[in-house]
Antibody, heavy 120, light 110 residues
Framework: EVQLVESGGGLIQPGGSLRLSCASSAFIVSSNYMGWVRQAPGKGLEWVSVIYRGTRTYYADSVRGRFTISRDNSKNTVFLQMNSLRADDTAVYYC??????????????WGQGTLVSVSS | QSVLTQPPSVSAAPGQKVTISCSGGSSNIGNNYVTWYQQLPGTAPKLLIYENNKRPSGIPDRFSGSKSGTSGTLAITGLQTGDEADYYCGTWDSSLNGGVFGGGTKLTVL
């Protein structure tokens, strides 16, 4: 069953903006920790941003000040607003749920990923 | 450079056992649980082990995890060709105040 569906990726020029969406069909996003993980071509996984219950958020140093995570409870959707995009932001971006009841920052459900390509 | 250190690759024959290490420090593995993920080619990561040694429903007991000090280990027994994948460790880092991953280990089943 499909639980997290990302959208919004695409080809964008350096300096441009994109907004990624992650719609949940099985979780109430406001009751969970929701995050974005990216994977550059041929590279490993990197936590980009997380939104916890309430207003607490996390950003990787590489995106702080350029990316903003948010959620729309009425749409049960999490967003990642990406501004001032750079070539090194090129990656597949995965949406993931972090289980608040398990210790160690456990991402137990993942979306299928959406590709963001930053190039002129 | 990843916060957690994993070997880039490991290999073993079908039916054999392989272990993958994940080394960290006191701000991460030393004081937190280790998680392991499996990423099959072209797919999203999948949770394999959490809280050092617990398996989610549906994960076979051929996969096991352990932790000692600032290192975690994933063991896979009875290797199958379908186990060929990239494996990542992860945990919480209290210095960074965020989640961290290892660089990933590519498993080849010869």
């Amino acid at each position: 069953e499909v639980q997290l569906v990302e959208s919004g990726g695409g080809l964008i020029q350096p300096g441009g903006s994109l907004r990624l969406s992650c719609a949940s069909s099985a979780f109430i996003v406001s009751s969970n920790y929701m995050g974005w993980v990216r994977q550059a071509p041929g590279k490993g996984l990197e936590w980009v941003s997380v939104i916890y219950r309430g207003t607490r958020t996390y950003y990787a140093d590489s995106v702080r000040g350029r990316f903003t995570i948010s959620r729309d409870n009425s749409k049960n959707t999490v967003f990642l607003q990406m501004n001032s995009l750079r070539a090194d932001d090129t990656a597949v971006y995965y949406c993931a749920r972090i289980d608040p009841d398990r210790s160690g920052h456990v991402a137990d459900y993942w979306g299928q990923g959406t590709l963001v390509s930053v190039s002129s | 450079q990843s916060v957690l250190t994993q070997p880039p690759s490991v290999s073993a024959a079908p039916g054999q056992k392989v272990t993958i290490s994940c080394s960290g420090g006191s701000s991460n593995i030393g004081n937190n649980y280790v998680t392991w993920y499996q990423q099959l080619p072209g797919t999203a990561p999948k949770l394999l082990i959490y809280e050092n040694n617990k398996r989610p429903s549906g994960i076979p007991d051929r996969f096991s995890g352990s932790k000692s000090g600032t290192s975690g280990t994933l063991a896979i027994t009875g290797l199958q060709t379908g186990d060929e994948a990239d494996y990542y460790c992860g945990t919480w880092d209290s210095s960074l105040n965020g989640g961290v991953f290892g660089g990933g280990t590519k498993l080849t089943v010869l």
